[in-house]
């Protein structure tokens, strides 16, 4: 099993940047992708980034130039860079692994405008 915890949530203003981190622990060896997910209130989980063992990425539409993510696996930390925060970003987001289907619990991010 894979153990994930998301950090790094909070408040901040439009324009403004923040960066999550998912801590990974437990059978970390046989993971072969981690992504970040949000939900934002009343609507559905949707796919933010994701990175497989190669290092190819995927990004949403909506965060494609703004948004990086990227693992330090010396640290078992998958990371998300977001700049250029918009009111629409706010949800909470989450941290996910592959193929396990481990989930985090979650961290909020509201963006202010």
Known sequence: QVQLVESGGGLVQAGGSLRLSCA???????????????????????????????????????????????????????????NSLKPEDTAIYYCAAFPQGSWGQGTQV????
């Open 24 to 82: 990974a622990s437990g059978s970390i060896f046989s993971i072969n992708a981690m992504g970040w997910y949000r939900q934002a209130p009343g609507k559905e989980r949707e796919a933010v980034a994701t990175i497989n063992n190669a290092g190819n990425t995927y990004y949403a539409v909506s965060v494609k130039g703004r948004f990086t993510i990227s693992r330090d696996n010396a640290k078992n930390t998958l990371y998300l860079q977001m």
């Open 110 to 113: 509201t963006v202010s405008s």
